[in-house]
């Protein structure tokens, strides 16, 4: 199975500017969430898309929104499947608010290992 | 004419509702001189806030700067009259402040785009950790959510104001209350639309019998909803008014008429003030203690 990984971190800095590495403002997650979804048209024999967070410090609530809600929400049929790794204590709980207004909810991946993926509750 | 407006000995959120109400009976265009003179402390919302009362002026308002030197020097370092001197005409003597060895969290900082929210949670969260951790003896992982209830208050100038707005953020230890205990003072406010006209212009919103300053804040701040329809937005708030309530922390937000807080056991506010002075766009405060182990 094929694997797609994505950092972040990167997406940050290659879509909205060099100098930031902290998720925050609403129109920075659009940029990233765009700048994702062209990684992800670009792998197309991927079923699996890993979305990699441990090269960002912060992720406000209105990034986790943008970012892990709306790329899960336009991915509904399952294609491809996310995993989220390199979460911090802190993206796990701003991830969690937004997924609950969507009626998801972050379960982990695997047993052991920092990695989730989002299911509908 | 000019009107002669006193600014408290002690300038604060509270104390900040004494300018508004002689301010309330003028008309935009009337002169108005700020006499901040006798003033001896100003809290960062103190401070912000009166940069905000200059905005909503029709012509440009005068201030008289404070005479006591160490409250004047903390003003400058606070950054007040860098931007105070393109909003007032300043009267007295203006001390220079040294921005980089000011001691304050964040010095009185413009908000108006989203570049500017990165700039502000860059600045903070490099000098708010130790801050944190060290003196309101908080766990680590307290600065993220620190920066996420900075970011998020920040972020609401920037989509529904309308208009730039003021962020400042200190620490300083309470004289009288809480015991001499320290806090961490965040203040954002700006002289936009406000929550009810915001939330006014969305589609589709239904009208209710009572709908005035004090039911927008509670929509907004307790119920989360938001003038735009993707159901993604309005968590902003409610999610700072679940970090506050983790940390026993303080959460007010004054906008029109009214003004709502969460409060917390050591504080006597009230949840809901309504009938205050009109006073336009969104003033927002957050106290966080220092913590004490029972």
Redesign the interface.
């Known amino acids: 199975m094929m694997r797609n990984h994505i950092d972040v971190g990167s997406a940050l800095r290659s879509a909205v500017s060099e100098n930031y590495s902290n998720l925050v403002t609403r129109p920075t997650g659009v940029a990233v969430r765009v700048y994702i979804e062209e990684q992800i048209r670009a792998a197309t024999d991927c079923s699996v898309t890993e979305i990699d967070f441990s090269r960002v410090g912060m992720m406000d609530f209105s990034c986790a929104d943008e970012i892990v809600a709306k790329l899960v929400m336009q991915h509904e049929s399952g294609t491809p499947t996310f995993v989220f790794s390199g979460l911090s204590e802190s993206h796990i709980e701003a991830i969690d608010v937004v997924l609950e207004r969507h009626g998801m909810s972050l379960v982990s991946h695997e047993a052991d290992s920092n990695s989730y993926i989002a299911v509908t509750q | 004419m000019t009107n002669v407006i006193t600014v408290p000995p002690s300038l604060d959120d509270t104390t900040f509702e004494q300018i508004l109400e002689p301010l309330s009976r003028l008309q935009p265009d009337d002169r108005v001189l700020i006499d901040a003179r006798h003033a001896r402390w100003a809290s960062p919302y103190g401070l912000t806030a009166l940069l905000t009362l200059a905005q909503t002026r029709m012509s440009r308002p005068s201030l008289a700067v404070p005479e006591a030197d160490e409250t004047a020097s903390y003003w400058a370092r606070a950054g007040f009259f860098r931007h105070a001197a393109d909003l007032y005409e300043l009267m007295g003597s203006v001390p220079r402040g040294r921005q980089n060895e000011s001691g304050v969290l964040l010095e009185i900082t413009p908000v108006a785009a989203?570049e500017d929210?990165?700039t502000v949670?860059?600045k903070v969260?490099a000098r708010a950790q130790s801050i944190l951790v060290n003196e309101l003896k908080l766990d680590a992982?307290a600065t993220?959510?620190f920066?996420?209830a900075l970011?998020?208050t920040c972020?609401n100038i920037?989509?529904h104001a309308g208009r730039g707005g003021w962020v400042a953020v200190n620490s300083y230890r309470w004289q009288r209350r809480l015991a001499g205990r320290r806090v961490l003072v965040i203040a954002v406010c700006d002289a936009g639309v406000g929550f009810r006209a915001s939330l006014e212009t969305a589609t589709g919103r239904p009208r209710t019998d009572r709908w005035d300053d004090g039911m927008a804040l509670e929509e907004a701040v307790m119920r989360?909803v938001s003038r735009f329809r993707d159901?993604?937005?309005g968590?902003?708030l409610a999610?700072v008014r679940?970090f506050i309530g983790k940390w026993n922390g303080k959460f007010s937000v004054r906008s029109g008429t009214a003004r709502l807080a969460i409060v917390p056991s050591w504080d006597e506010d009230v949840p809901l003030h309504e009938n205050l002075p009109a006073f336009p766009g969104s003033q927002v405060q957050i106290t966080i203690p220092e913590r004490v182990d029972r």
């Open positions: 989203s929210v990165h949670v860059d969260q992982a993220m959510r920066t996420m970011s998020e972020q920037v989509e989360g159901t993604g937005r968590q902003g999610g679940m």
